[in-house]
T-cell receptor
Framework: DAGITQSPRHKVTETGTPVTLRCHQT?????MYWYRQDPGHGLRLIHY???????DKGEVSDGYSVSRSKTEDFLLTLESATSSQTSVYFC????????????FGQGTRLTVV | AQTVTQSQPEMSVQEAETVTLSCTYD???????LFWYKQPPSRQMILVIR??????QNATENRFSVNFQKAAKSFSLKISDSQLGDTAMYFC??????????FGKGTKLTVNP
C-alpha cells in the first residue's frame, strides 16, 4: 500500500472554528489532492498541488485553503467551518505523469455542529 | 473544465451475470487518461482499470473491461461473472494534461446472490 496517512481520522468541531486536516506521504510523489465526498456528489476536487508551494483550485475551493511547504505534507484548512463542510475528506497522491494512478488515504470524517 | 458524468446512480445485478456501468466525459484535450475506481463499504479507493486516450484497444483486467469510444467521449465499464465482492460504489475519473483528477458522481452497484 502507498504510504499515505490522513490525520485526524475523525473530528467534530463547532461552526466558526478553524480546522486543519493533514495529509502525509512517504512516497515522494509530486502530486497531491484533496477531495470531499458527499452522498449524491461523488468525489469533488477541492485543491491540488503539483509541487512544493505550487497549488491550484478545484471545483469546490470556496472556504478552503491549502499549503504545501514540504513534499510530504499537504494541509487543508477550513478557515471558518460551516455545517455545509460536514463531509468525508480524502487525500490522494500521484507520481505523475498522466497514466499513473492516484493512491488514496483512508479519509477523514469531519462533522461541523 | 473537464466534466465526468455517470448517469446511473444505482444498479443491481445477479451473481455470475454481466453488468455495464456508463460514463461520459467532456474535454477539449487530445491526450488524457480515464480510470475506473471501486469504493467498497470500507471506503478505500481501489483502481479497477485505466485507459489511455491514444490507444484504440480497449483495456481489460480479468473480469473487468472497458468500451472506450473516443469520438463519443464515452467510457463504460463491463463486469463479467459478477461476484458478491463487486458490490461497491464505482467512480469514473478523468486526468488530463494539468494532472487534475476529476471524478463522476458514482454508481452504486449491488450484486445479489
Amino acid at each position: 500500500d502507498a504510504g499515505i496517512t490522513q490525520s485526524p481520522r475523525h473530528k467534530v468541531t463547532e461552526t466558526g472554528t478553524p480546522v486543519t486536516l493533514r495529509c502525509h506521504q512517504t512516497e515522494n510523489h509530486r502530486y497531491m489532492y484533496w477531495y470531499r465526498q458527499d452522498p449524491g456528489h461523488g468525489l469533488r476536487l477541492i485543491h491540488y498541488s503539483y509541487g512544493v508551494k505550487d497549488t491550484d483550485k478545484g471545483e469546490v475551493s470556496d472556504g478552503y485553503s491549502v499549503s504545501r511547504s514540504k513534499t510530504e505534507d499537504f494541509l487543508l484548512t477550513l478557515e471558518s467551518a460551516t455545517s455545509s463542510q460536514t463531509s468525508v475528506y480524502f487525500c490522494a497522491i500521484s507520481p505523475g505523469p498522466l497514466n499513473t494512478e492516484a493512491f488514496f488515504g483512508q479519509g477523514t470524517r469531519l462533522t461541523v455542529v | 473544465a473537464q466534466t465526468v458524468t455517470q448517469s446511473q446512480p444505482e444498479m443491481s445485478v445477479q451473481e455470475a451475470e454481466t453488468v455495464t456501468l456508463s460514463c461520459t466525459y467532456d474535454t477539449s484535450e487530445n491526450n488524457y487518461y480515464l480510470f475506473w475506481y471501486k469504493q467498497p463499504p470500507s471506503r478505500q479507493m481501489i483502481l479497477v482499470i485505466r485507459q489511455e486516450a491514444y490507444k484504440q484497444q480497449n483495456a481489460t483486467e480479468n473480469r473487468f473491461s472497458v468500451n472506450f469510444q473516443k469520438a463519443a467521449k464515452s467510457f463504460s465499464l463491463k463486469i463479467s461473472d459478477s461476484q458478491l465482492g463487486d458490490t461497491a460504489m464505482y467512480f469514473c475519473a478523468f486526468k488530463g494534461g494539468s494532472e487534475k483528477l476529476v471524478f463522476g458522481k458514482g454508481t452504486k452497484l449491488t450484486v445479489n446472490p
